[in-house]
């Protein structure tokens, strides 16, 4: 049996599309865009800065806590930006409404109404006094099998008391098909069970007028919902687009020929080797002593390779499923082409970022081969083309998108394409995921990613990696955030500025490193 399940893209999409009523009859009477939103924030200058976190969603590490480190260092930048933007995986380890209090609410209390007293928040009522701006990531959306959760209850009292070697964040249940991000951070408009309260709710906060329509009105330190899992929104004359790469991350089908058969039992045997990996991990761990610093040093490393086989799996089970028919959230996609093509063609614009979870490039030591990275980077490559073809001569050689920002990576990176033979040419890629979860390394390869289509070319290339470095005693784990300063001009200059949160020798070092230009 599977310790975590993904649900069925088809499931996450109609979930989602029923918790903010998509296209309720009040909704389309009225002229709503459910896909926008408006920053009421009583600031729109050219130049602003923003700050970028992912793959956060942990509790403490063993009497320490990166992701408290992390938000500690972001609330000192707040006074000077505008908005916090989120990549994903908001909550380990399975999205759980369990664990909001512990490993969200609690964390970044400075950031939420009432934070001086963060066990009194509810976290379907959280109120940020900063926009605080995620999209969901593949943990958010994480369920956990029935026996699971309650094996994981009914030992709970016992694990405490032996203070287990392997305490993963799950009680009773999961995210349910993403629920619980849905309750936390949009607007939840299923709850409204009466017509005339669903009406004087949308009355009172969709009431920003834009080009595509009447919209949500998002307005810091009194109400902070998003209006859809995707969205976008529109600051200094930049264009954001925040997606959820969840629902086109499926791969292609497996083809039906000798090849498709020999590289399906290539992937069955890889599953062998990974759960025999797995249980040398795990009783590796059954030796340990968390009493003794040493060993709880290793206990973190040993619960993150645990969580990265897991990943490994998961890809690998979504290829074997993959000889049915692929399903892919062609809605989002098309909506992203226009949205991009009306940004184009909008001269008050003048610069364009993408925000998701899975990075379509990335040296991370485990992402680039894994096919949902193929399926996202290509899937991406077609909107991007379609967009192309429409404005492309428009663009004057410019990148059809500024900065695509991702996580899902635990490190944090910063890659530029090459001539790809697409429009996502000479674009610059920054992975933020190295935000609180367990870190990771970069890939034996090196920062060279190459593409073979008949001949084998380089198409991206790694500038700056931050992970975990170093062995033994001389183990590093560099926790990050970004803080992001937009100047003015069109094209615009983005400049970035990483803050590093250092776990070394049981200490932890605040830094920054040097701030680039793109």
Request: hydrophobic letters at 35%; one cysteine or more; glycine letters at 6%.
């Amino acid at each position: 049996m599977k310790f975590v399940s993904d649900p069925p893209i088809a499931v996450k999409i109609r979930k989602m599309k029923e918790r903010v009523r998509w296209r309720d009859s009040s909704i389309v009477e009225r002229g709503i865009d459910q896909t926008r939103m408006v920053l009421d924030d009583g600031a729109d200058s050219p130049e602003f800065s923003f700050l970028v976190v992912g793959d956060s969603g942990s509790g403490s590490h063993r009497g320490h806590n990166p992701q408290r480190q992390i938000a500690e260092l972001m609330a000192e930048h707040c006074p000077e930006s505008r908005f916090v933007l989120h990549t994903g995986d908001v909550i380990y380890l399975v999205g759980s409404s369990e664990f909001y209090q512990k490993n969200f609410i609690e964390p970044y209390r400075e950031f939420l109404v009432g934070g001086e007293k963060p066990e009194q928040i509810a976290y379907d009522q959280m109120v940020f006094n900063m926009p605080f701006l995620p999209v969901p990531g593949n943990h958010d959306y994480y369920d956990l099998p029935l026996v699971y959760g309650l094996i994981a209850q009914t030992t709970l009292p016992l694990r405490q008391m032996l203070k287990s070697k392997l305490d993963l964040d799950v009680r009773w249940h999961g995210s349910y098909q993403g629920n619980a991000y849905a309750q936390a951070f949009l607007d939840y408009l299923k709850a409204f069970n009466n017509p005339q309260e669903l009406r004087r709710h949308l009355d009172c906060h969709y009431t920003a007028q834009t080009d595509t329509g009447r919209c949500l009105r998002y307005q810091p330190g009194s109400f902070t919902r998003l209006p859809n899992r995707y969205y976008t929104f529109r600051s200094g004359g930049i264009d954001f687009f925040a997606l959820d790469s969840n629902t086109f991350n499926d791969p292609a089908p497996l083809p039906a020929t000798k090849e498709g058969n020999e590289y399906r039992r290539q992937l069955e045997k890889r599953q062998d080797e990974l759960e025999q990996e797995k249980q040398q991990i795990l009783d590796t761990i059954a030796n340990l002593n968390p009493e003794q610093p040493d060993d709880a040093e290793q206990l973190d490393d040993l619960h993150a390779k645990l969580e990265q086989v897991d990943e490994v799996k998961i890809d690998i089970d979504k290829q074997l499923a993959s000889n049915q028919t692929t399903v892919t959230d062609s809605e989002q996609l098309d909506w992203l082409k226009q949205r991009l093509i009306e940004s184009w063609n909008t001269a008050e614009v003048r610069g364009r970022v993408i925000y998701f979870h899975h990075p379509p490039y990335v040296t991370e030591a485990t992402k680039w081969y894994q096919a949902q990275t193929l399926a996202i980077r290509h899937r991406i490559r077609l909107v991007l083309d379609g967009v192309f073809d429409a404005v492309g001569k428009q663009t004057e050689g410019r990148p059809i998108v500024d900065l695509v920002l991702n996580g899902h990576a635990h490190c944090l990176e910063y890659l530029r394409t090459g001539e790809t033979g697409h429009a996502d040419s000479n674009s610059n890629w920054i992975v933020c995921g190295g935000s609180g979860y367990s870190l990771r390394r970069q890939r034996i390869e090196g920062p060279e990613l190459m593409e073979t289509f008949g001949e084998t070319r380089q198409v991206a290339r790694s500038h700056l990696f931050v992970g975990r470095n170093g062995q033994g005693s001389q183990k590093r784990r560099p926790y990050s955030f970004l803080r992001i300063d937009v100047l003015d001009g069109c094209p615009p200059k983005f400049v970035v500025r990483p803050f590093i949160a250092e776990r070394f020798k049981r200490q932890w070092n605040n830094r920054s490193l040097e701030p680039f230009a793109i």
